[in-house]
Protein backbone atom coordinates (compact mmCIF):
# COMPACT_ATOMS: atom_id res chain seq x y z
CA UNK A 1 0.00 0.00 0.00
CA UNK A 2 1.42 3.41 -1.43
CA UNK A 3 0.73 6.93 -1.70
CA UNK A 4 2.84 8.92 -4.00
CA UNK A 5 2.53 12.58 -4.00
CA UNK A 6 3.75 15.36 -6.79
CA UNK A 7 6.77 17.19 -6.26
CA UNK A 8 7.45 20.88 -4.53
CA UNK A 9 5.46 23.82 -6.22
CA UNK A 10 6.83 27.24 -6.50
CA UNK A 11 3.41 29.59 -7.68
CA UNK A 12 2.43 33.33 -6.94
CA UNK A 13 -0.77 34.80 -5.39
CA UNK A 14 -3.74 34.52 -6.94
CA UNK A 15 -2.55 31.79 -9.33
CA UNK A 16 -3.93 28.18 -9.29
CA UNK A 17 -2.36 24.72 -8.64
CA UNK A 18 -3.59 21.33 -8.22
CA UNK A 19 -1.48 18.60 -6.72
CA UNK A 20 -1.75 14.80 -6.54
CA UNK A 21 -1.86 11.42 -4.59
CA UNK A 22 -1.61 8.67 -6.19
CA UNK A 23 -2.75 5.36 -4.53
CA UNK A 24 -1.10 1.72 -5.14
CA UNK A 25 -1.27 -1.41 -3.93
CA UNK A 26 -5.32 -1.65 -2.65
CA UNK A 27 -8.85 -0.33 -3.73
CA UNK A 28 -9.46 2.43 -3.91
CA UNK A 29 -12.06 3.22 -3.82
CA UNK A 30 -12.72 1.51 -0.37
CA UNK A 31 -11.05 4.21 1.50
CA UNK A 32 -11.45 7.32 2.16
CA UNK A 33 -8.63 9.77 1.34
CA UNK A 34 -7.80 12.91 3.58
CA UNK A 35 -5.46 15.79 2.97
CA UNK A 36 -3.61 17.36 6.24
CA UNK A 37 -1.57 20.56 5.99
CA UNK A 38 1.70 21.15 7.96
CA UNK A 39 2.95 25.15 7.88
CA UNK A 40 6.48 25.22 8.84
CA UNK A 41 7.19 24.42 12.20
CA UNK A 42 3.77 23.83 13.29
CA UNK A 43 1.60 20.74 13.80
CA UNK A 44 -0.77 19.10 11.55
CA UNK A 45 -4.44 20.27 10.40
CA UNK A 46 -7.18 18.47 8.59
CA UNK A 47 -8.48 20.04 5.63
CA UNK A 48 -10.50 17.09 4.41
CA UNK A 49 -11.86 13.64 3.28
CA UNK A 50 -13.07 12.30 0.42
CA UNK A 51 -14.78 8.71 -0.41
CA UNK A 52 -13.51 7.85 -3.65
CA UNK A 53 -16.71 5.13 -4.01
CA UNK A 54 -18.87 8.39 -4.65
CA UNK A 55 -16.56 11.46 -4.57
CA UNK A 56 -18.72 12.97 -1.32
CA UNK A 57 -16.13 14.59 0.04
CA UNK A 58 -16.01 16.95 3.92
CA UNK A 59 -14.29 19.80 4.46
CA UNK A 60 -12.91 21.43 7.47
CA UNK A 61 -14.31 24.66 8.21
CA UNK A 62 -11.01 26.49 8.16
CA UNK A 63 -10.51 25.09 4.37
CA UNK A 64 -14.12 25.01 3.24
CA UNK A 65 -14.81 27.25 0.12
CA UNK A 66 -11.09 27.95 -0.29
CA UNK A 67 -9.68 24.18 -1.39
CA UNK A 68 -11.36 21.53 -3.67
CA UNK A 69 -10.68 17.79 -3.04
CA UNK A 70 -11.64 15.46 -5.81
CA UNK A 71 -10.52 12.33 -7.02
CA UNK A 72 -9.79 10.46 -10.25
CA UNK A 73 -10.94 6.31 -10.31
CA UNK A 74 -9.45 5.80 -13.58
CA UNK A 75 -5.58 6.85 -12.10
CA UNK A 76 -6.74 5.67 -8.48
CA UNK A 77 -5.65 9.24 -7.81
CA UNK A 78 -6.80 12.22 -5.49
CA UNK A 79 -6.22 15.62 -5.75
CA UNK A 80 -6.10 18.68 -3.75
CA UNK A 81 -6.74 22.20 -5.82
CA UNK A 82 -6.39 25.79 -5.43
CA UNK A 83 -8.32 28.31 -7.81
CA UNK A 84 -6.61 31.35 -6.05
CA UNK A 85 -3.42 31.16 -4.07
CA UNK A 86 -2.62 32.86 -1.03
CA UNK A 87 0.85 33.73 0.75
CA UNK A 88 -0.57 31.51 3.59
CA UNK A 89 -1.04 28.60 1.62
CA UNK A 90 2.50 27.77 1.79
CA UNK A 91 3.03 24.72 3.51
CA UNK A 92 3.70 21.10 3.43
CA UNK A 93 0.56 18.88 2.25
CA UNK A 94 0.22 15.69 2.63
CA UNK A 95 -2.53 12.96 1.76
CA UNK A 96 -3.39 9.75 3.56
CA UNK A 97 -5.56 6.98 3.71
CA UNK A 98 -8.35 6.73 6.40
CA UNK A 99 -8.38 3.56 7.78
CA UNK A 100 -11.44 2.94 10.04
CA UNK A 101 -10.54 6.05 11.81
CA UNK A 102 -6.81 6.75 11.72
CA UNK A 103 -4.48 7.26 8.75
CA UNK A 104 -2.42 5.18 7.28
CA UNK A 105 -0.17 5.12 4.93
CA UNK A 106 0.67 8.59 4.08
CA UNK A 107 2.07 10.38 1.09
CA UNK A 108 5.59 11.96 1.29
CA UNK A 109 4.17 15.52 1.38
CA UNK A 110 3.87 17.89 -1.64
CA UNK A 111 6.09 21.29 -0.43
CA UNK A 112 3.52 24.31 -1.51
CA UNK A 113 5.47 27.54 -1.79
CA UNK A 114 3.38 30.87 -2.48
CA UNK A 115 5.48 33.79 -2.87
CA UNK A 116 5.22 36.49 -4.64
CA UNK B 1 -13.42 23.57 17.42
CA UNK B 2 -9.85 23.84 19.28
CA UNK B 3 -7.65 21.75 18.59
CA UNK B 4 -6.62 19.10 21.18
CA UNK B 5 -3.85 19.85 23.95
CA UNK B 6 -0.70 18.46 23.70
CA UNK B 7 2.65 19.72 25.39
CA UNK B 8 5.08 21.18 23.27
CA UNK B 9 7.92 19.03 24.28
CA UNK B 10 8.92 16.21 26.51
CA UNK B 11 12.69 14.54 27.53
CA UNK B 12 13.72 11.72 28.88
CA UNK B 13 16.76 9.69 29.05
CA UNK B 14 17.51 6.65 27.04
CA UNK B 15 16.17 3.20 28.72
CA UNK B 16 13.38 5.12 30.71
CA UNK B 17 10.05 5.79 30.46
CA UNK B 18 7.70 8.98 29.05
CA UNK B 19 3.99 9.86 28.76
CA UNK B 20 2.40 12.27 26.37
CA UNK B 21 -0.60 13.89 27.12
CA UNK B 22 -3.50 14.48 24.87
CA UNK B 23 -6.26 16.44 26.07
CA UNK B 24 -9.72 17.01 24.51
CA UNK B 25 -13.10 17.50 25.60
CA UNK B 26 -16.41 15.33 26.41
CA UNK B 27 -17.47 15.71 22.60
CA UNK B 28 -13.99 14.12 21.09
CA UNK B 29 -12.11 11.99 23.45
CA UNK B 30 -14.03 11.59 26.13
CA UNK B 31 -17.04 10.32 23.75
CA UNK B 32 -14.90 8.02 21.46
CA UNK B 33 -12.40 5.23 21.50
CA UNK B 34 -11.16 6.76 18.06
CA UNK B 35 -7.74 8.25 19.27
CA UNK B 36 -4.44 7.99 17.17
CA UNK B 37 -1.17 8.72 17.47
CA UNK B 38 1.57 9.35 14.89
CA UNK B 39 5.57 9.57 14.52
CA UNK B 40 7.20 12.18 12.76
CA UNK B 41 10.46 12.52 12.26
CA UNK B 42 12.31 15.71 10.90
CA UNK B 43 11.24 16.48 7.32
CA UNK B 44 9.27 13.05 6.93
CA UNK B 45 5.74 11.91 6.77
CA UNK B 46 3.71 11.09 9.83
CA UNK B 47 3.78 7.31 10.70
CA UNK B 48 0.66 6.12 12.66
CA UNK B 49 1.66 4.47 15.69
CA UNK B 50 -1.27 3.90 17.29
CA UNK B 51 -5.06 3.36 16.63
CA UNK B 52 -8.63 3.32 18.56
CA UNK B 53 -6.96 4.16 21.94
CA UNK B 54 -4.77 1.79 22.10
CA UNK B 55 -4.08 -0.88 19.74
CA UNK B 56 -0.93 -1.31 17.32
CA UNK B 57 -0.32 -2.10 13.68
CA UNK B 58 1.85 -4.63 12.83
CA UNK B 59 5.13 -3.36 12.61
CA UNK B 60 4.98 -1.05 15.52
CA UNK B 61 7.15 -1.72 18.40
CA UNK B 62 5.85 -3.06 21.51
CA UNK B 63 7.50 -0.21 23.44
CA UNK B 64 4.71 2.57 22.34
CA UNK B 65 1.37 1.84 24.49
CA UNK B 66 -1.53 4.22 23.98
CA UNK B 67 -4.87 4.41 27.21
CA UNK B 68 -7.32 7.07 27.86
CA UNK B 69 -9.36 8.30 30.74
CA UNK B 70 -12.44 10.81 30.26
CA UNK B 71 -11.41 13.51 28.05
CA UNK B 72 -7.54 12.55 27.71
CA UNK B 73 -5.46 10.11 25.86
CA UNK B 74 -1.47 9.35 26.52
CA UNK B 75 1.00 7.72 24.41
CA UNK B 76 3.64 5.88 26.48
CA UNK B 77 7.17 5.68 25.18
CA UNK B 78 9.23 3.24 27.19
CA UNK B 79 12.96 2.07 27.12
CA UNK B 80 13.61 5.76 25.19
CA UNK B 81 16.11 5.03 22.27
CA UNK B 82 17.78 7.62 20.52
CA UNK B 83 15.78 6.75 17.61
CA UNK B 84 12.36 8.28 19.11
CA UNK B 85 13.48 11.24 18.91
CA UNK B 86 10.94 12.70 17.08
CA UNK B 87 7.53 14.99 16.92
CA UNK B 88 4.07 12.87 17.89
CA UNK B 89 0.59 13.88 16.91
CA UNK B 90 -2.76 12.65 18.70
CA UNK B 91 -5.36 13.03 16.64
CA UNK B 92 -9.31 11.93 17.82
CA UNK B 93 -12.81 11.58 16.07
CA UNK B 94 -15.04 14.32 17.29
CA UNK B 95 -18.45 14.27 15.42
CA UNK B 96 -19.99 13.38 11.48
CA UNK B 97 -19.79 16.94 10.38
CA UNK B 98 -16.37 17.86 11.78
CA UNK B 99 -14.60 14.17 12.44
CA UNK B 100 -11.30 14.96 12.60
CA UNK B 101 -9.49 17.22 15.12
CA UNK B 102 -5.68 17.26 15.57
CA UNK B 103 -3.49 18.01 18.99
CA UNK B 104 -0.58 20.84 18.57
CA UNK B 105 2.36 18.07 18.67
CA UNK B 106 5.28 17.21 21.18
CA UNK B 107 8.13 16.73 20.37
CA UNK B 108 10.31 14.34 22.60
CA UNK B 109 14.00 14.61 22.92
CA UNK B 110 16.20 11.69 23.84
CA UNK B 111 18.78 13.19 26.18
Known amino acids: VQLVQSGAELKKPGESLRISCRASGYIFPSYWITWVRQMPGKGLEWMGSIDPSDSYAIYSPSFQGHVTISTDRSTNTAYLQWTSLRTSDSGIFYCARADGNSFDPWG ?6 VSP | QSALTQPASVSGSPGQSITISCTGTSN ?7 VSWYQQHPDKAPKLLIFDVSSRPSGVSHRFSGSKSGNTASLTVSGLQAEDEANYHCVSYTSITLPVLFGGGTT ?4
Do not use: A, K
Open chain 2, 108 to 111: LTVL
Open chain 2, 28 to 34: DIGSYNY
Open chain 1, 108 to 113: QGTLVT
